[in-house]
Protein backbone atom coordinates (compact mmCIF):
# COMPACT_ATOMS: atom_id res chain seq x y z
CA UNK A 1 0.00 0.00 0.00
CA UNK A 2 1.10 3.50 -1.08
CA UNK A 3 2.12 5.58 2.21
CA UNK A 4 3.59 9.46 1.25
CA UNK A 5 5.49 11.51 3.91
CA UNK A 6 6.63 14.83 4.44
CA UNK A 7 8.84 16.24 6.40
CA UNK A 8 8.90 18.58 7.95
CA UNK A 9 5.27 19.04 8.93
CA UNK A 10 6.26 23.15 9.21
CA UNK A 11 9.16 25.40 8.67
CA UNK A 12 9.69 29.08 9.29
CA UNK A 13 12.66 30.43 7.19
CA UNK A 14 13.67 34.26 7.11
CA UNK A 15 12.38 36.17 3.91
CA UNK A 16 14.97 35.81 0.99
CA UNK A 17 16.48 32.43 1.91
CA UNK A 18 16.45 29.29 -0.53
CA UNK A 19 14.55 26.30 1.25
CA UNK A 20 13.52 22.32 0.13
CA UNK A 21 10.30 20.71 0.67
CA UNK A 22 10.54 16.58 1.00
CA UNK A 23 8.42 13.94 -0.10
CA UNK A 24 8.95 10.59 -0.10
CA UNK A 25 7.24 7.35 -1.24
CA UNK A 26 7.34 3.80 -0.19
CA UNK A 27 6.13 2.02 -3.80
CA UNK A 28 8.45 3.38 -6.24
CA UNK A 29 6.14 2.47 -9.37
CA UNK A 30 4.40 5.74 -9.79
CA UNK A 31 3.15 6.93 -12.61
CA UNK A 32 3.55 10.60 -11.27
CA UNK A 33 3.85 13.34 -8.49
CA UNK A 34 2.17 16.07 -8.00
CA UNK A 35 2.67 19.24 -5.84
CA UNK A 36 0.13 21.47 -4.50
CA UNK A 37 0.16 24.31 -2.86
CA UNK A 38 -2.90 25.13 0.22
CA UNK A 39 -3.93 28.67 1.81
CA UNK A 40 -5.56 28.68 4.74
CA UNK A 41 -9.68 27.77 4.30
CA UNK A 42 -8.92 27.79 0.62
CA UNK A 43 -8.71 24.58 -1.91
CA UNK A 44 -5.64 23.36 -3.51
CA UNK A 45 -3.71 25.10 -6.32
CA UNK A 46 -1.52 22.77 -8.24
CA UNK A 47 2.21 23.54 -8.80
CA UNK A 48 3.78 21.35 -10.66
CA UNK A 49 3.03 17.66 -12.43
CA UNK A 50 6.21 15.43 -12.45
CA UNK A 51 5.87 12.61 -14.97
CA UNK A 52 7.33 9.23 -13.91
CA UNK A 53 10.12 9.65 -16.43
CA UNK A 54 11.05 13.43 -15.92
CA UNK A 55 13.67 14.27 -13.25
CA UNK A 56 12.59 17.73 -12.52
CA UNK A 57 10.39 20.49 -13.38
CA UNK A 58 10.35 23.91 -12.91
CA UNK A 59 7.69 26.83 -12.98
CA UNK A 60 9.32 30.75 -11.72
CA UNK A 61 11.08 30.08 -7.92
CA UNK A 62 9.81 26.46 -8.11
CA UNK A 63 11.72 22.93 -8.96
CA UNK A 64 10.56 19.94 -8.14
CA UNK A 65 12.89 16.86 -8.07
CA UNK A 66 12.29 13.75 -8.52
CA UNK A 67 14.53 10.31 -7.66
CA UNK A 68 11.89 7.34 -7.94
CA UNK A 69 14.51 4.54 -7.24
CA UNK A 70 14.67 6.14 -3.48
CA UNK A 71 11.26 6.96 -3.38
CA UNK A 72 11.78 10.53 -3.36
CA UNK A 73 10.83 14.33 -4.33
CA UNK A 74 11.95 17.60 -3.72
CA UNK A 75 10.19 21.28 -3.95
CA UNK A 76 13.33 23.91 -4.12
CA UNK A 77 11.58 27.68 -3.34
CA UNK A 78 14.27 29.83 -4.26
CA UNK A 79 14.57 33.40 -2.90
CA UNK A 80 11.42 32.97 -0.53
CA UNK A 81 8.87 35.72 0.24
CA UNK A 82 6.22 36.24 2.24
CA UNK A 83 3.91 35.66 0.11
CA UNK A 84 5.17 31.96 -0.10
CA UNK A 85 3.68 31.19 2.95
CA UNK A 86 0.61 28.08 2.69
CA UNK A 87 0.77 24.77 2.84
CA UNK A 88 2.57 22.49 0.48
CA UNK A 89 1.24 19.17 -0.54
CA UNK A 90 2.84 16.81 -2.56
CA UNK A 91 0.52 13.57 -4.04
CA UNK A 92 1.02 10.38 -6.17
CA UNK A 93 -1.88 8.48 -8.05
CA UNK A 94 -3.34 5.06 -7.30
CA UNK A 95 -3.88 2.52 -9.46
CA UNK A 96 -7.74 3.73 -9.85
CA UNK A 97 -6.60 7.00 -10.18
CA UNK A 98 -7.16 8.96 -6.80
CA UNK A 99 -4.17 10.44 -5.48
CA UNK A 100 -2.66 9.68 -2.03
CA UNK A 101 -1.56 12.97 -0.45
CA UNK A 102 1.32 13.39 2.29
CA UNK A 103 0.47 15.36 5.16
CA UNK A 104 1.74 18.49 3.93
CA UNK A 105 4.32 21.00 5.08
CA UNK A 106 3.52 24.17 6.81
CA UNK A 107 5.77 26.71 5.65
CA UNK A 108 5.94 30.25 6.84
CA UNK A 109 8.09 32.81 5.22
CA UNK A 110 9.32 36.10 8.03
CA UNK A 111 9.11 39.32 6.37
CA UNK B 1 -7.52 27.72 -17.32
CA UNK B 2 -9.22 25.32 -15.55
CA UNK B 3 -12.04 26.22 -13.18
CA UNK B 4 -13.21 23.78 -10.83
CA UNK B 5 -16.50 25.64 -8.94
CA UNK B 6 -17.74 24.47 -5.63
CA UNK B 7 -21.32 26.15 -5.14
CA UNK B 8 -20.70 26.87 -1.69
CA UNK B 9 -17.60 28.50 0.43
CA UNK B 10 -19.47 28.33 3.73
CA UNK B 11 -22.53 25.96 4.49
CA UNK B 12 -24.08 25.14 7.89
CA UNK B 13 -26.86 22.22 8.13
CA UNK B 14 -28.83 20.91 11.05
CA UNK B 15 -27.98 17.06 11.92
CA UNK B 16 -30.45 14.88 10.26
CA UNK B 17 -30.98 17.21 7.07
CA UNK B 18 -29.69 16.30 3.84
CA UNK B 19 -27.22 17.98 2.12
CA UNK B 20 -26.28 18.81 -1.21
CA UNK B 21 -22.39 19.92 -2.43
CA UNK B 22 -22.02 20.87 -5.96
CA UNK B 23 -19.08 21.23 -7.83
CA UNK B 24 -18.77 22.03 -11.73
CA UNK B 25 -15.86 22.08 -14.24
CA UNK B 26 -15.63 23.75 -17.46
CA UNK B 27 -12.70 21.77 -19.01
CA UNK B 28 -14.54 18.75 -20.08
CA UNK B 29 -12.38 15.84 -17.66
CA UNK B 30 -14.06 13.01 -17.33
CA UNK B 31 -12.89 12.51 -13.78
CA UNK B 32 -14.39 13.97 -10.95
CA UNK B 33 -13.60 13.41 -7.19
CA UNK B 34 -14.80 14.29 -4.11
CA UNK B 35 -12.33 14.60 -0.71
CA UNK B 36 -12.79 15.70 2.29
CA UNK B 37 -10.01 17.08 4.53
CA UNK B 38 -9.76 17.31 8.25
CA UNK B 39 -6.56 18.31 10.50
CA UNK B 40 -4.63 14.97 11.13
CA UNK B 41 -5.85 13.18 8.96
CA UNK B 42 -4.94 14.90 5.65
CA UNK B 43 -7.37 14.79 2.59
CA UNK B 44 -9.00 11.33 1.87
CA UNK B 45 -11.06 10.41 -0.87
CA UNK B 46 -15.18 9.95 -0.66
CA UNK B 47 -16.53 9.11 -4.13
CA UNK B 48 -15.11 9.60 -7.63
CA UNK B 49 -16.92 9.27 -11.01
CA UNK B 50 -15.26 8.28 -14.48
CA UNK B 51 -17.98 9.11 -16.21
CA UNK B 52 -21.45 10.09 -16.77
CA UNK B 53 -23.50 8.21 -14.69
CA UNK B 54 -20.62 6.06 -13.18
CA UNK B 55 -19.25 6.30 -9.67
CA UNK B 56 -16.84 4.39 -7.62
CA UNK B 57 -16.26 4.20 -3.48
CA UNK B 58 -13.58 5.91 -1.97
CA UNK B 59 -11.90 5.43 0.96
CA UNK B 60 -14.81 6.84 3.46
CA UNK B 61 -18.20 6.28 1.14
CA UNK B 62 -20.26 5.96 3.90
CA UNK B 63 -22.87 8.70 4.65
CA UNK B 64 -22.46 9.81 1.32
CA UNK B 65 -23.71 9.64 -2.18
CA UNK B 66 -22.71 10.81 -5.47
CA UNK B 67 -24.57 12.14 -8.62
CA UNK B 68 -23.37 12.71 -11.73
CA UNK B 69 -26.01 13.18 -14.24
CA UNK B 70 -23.61 15.55 -16.94
CA UNK B 71 -20.13 14.99 -17.75
CA UNK B 72 -19.17 18.87 -15.90
CA UNK B 73 -21.21 18.16 -12.52
CA UNK B 74 -20.82 15.79 -9.48
CA UNK B 75 -22.51 16.12 -6.56
CA UNK B 76 -22.17 15.20 -3.25
CA UNK B 77 -24.87 13.80 -0.72
CA UNK B 78 -24.87 13.64 2.70
CA UNK B 79 -28.53 12.00 3.35
CA UNK B 80 -28.39 12.29 6.78
CA UNK B 81 -26.14 14.84 8.28
CA UNK B 82 -24.30 13.98 11.34
CA UNK B 83 -21.91 16.05 13.57
CA UNK B 84 -18.86 14.04 12.14
CA UNK B 85 -19.37 15.23 8.69
CA UNK B 86 -18.41 18.58 9.53
CA UNK B 87 -15.16 18.89 7.43
CA UNK B 88 -13.76 20.46 4.39
CA UNK B 89 -15.15 19.14 1.08
CA UNK B 90 -13.15 19.42 -2.26
CA UNK B 91 -14.09 18.42 -5.44
CA UNK B 92 -11.37 17.95 -8.24
CA UNK B 93 -11.55 16.90 -11.75
CA UNK B 94 -9.16 15.49 -14.47
CA UNK B 95 -8.80 14.04 -17.83
CA UNK B 96 -8.54 10.37 -18.52
CA UNK B 97 -7.07 10.31 -21.72
CA UNK B 98 -3.44 8.82 -19.93
CA UNK B 99 -5.66 9.54 -16.79
CA UNK B 100 -2.39 9.07 -14.72
CA UNK B 101 -0.57 11.45 -16.58
CA UNK B 102 -3.02 14.17 -16.00
CA UNK B 103 -3.25 16.77 -13.16
CA UNK B 104 -5.79 17.07 -10.91
CA UNK B 105 -7.39 20.20 -10.70
CA UNK B 106 -9.08 21.15 -7.18
CA UNK B 107 -11.89 23.60 -6.81
CA UNK B 108 -11.77 26.13 -3.60
CA UNK B 109 -13.44 23.92 -1.18
CA UNK B 110 -16.45 24.18 0.98
CA UNK B 111 -16.41 24.44 5.07
CA UNK B 112 -19.53 22.64 6.09
CA UNK B 113 -20.68 22.56 9.18
CA UNK B 114 -22.93 20.20 10.58
CA UNK B 115 -25.31 21.37 13.93
Not at chain 1, 72 to 100: E, F, H, M, W
Amino acid sequence: KQEVTQIPAALSVPEGENLVLNCSFTDSAIYNLQWFRQDPGKGLTSLLLIQSSQREQTSGRLNASLDKSSGRSTLYIAASQPGDSATYLCAVPSNTGKLIFGQGTTLQVKP
Amino acid sequence: DVKVTQSSRYLVKRTGEKVFLECVQDMDHENMFWYRQDPGLGLRLIYFSYDVKMKEKGDIPEGYSVSREKKERFSLILESASTNQTSMYLCASSFTQGTYNQPQHFGDGTRLSIL
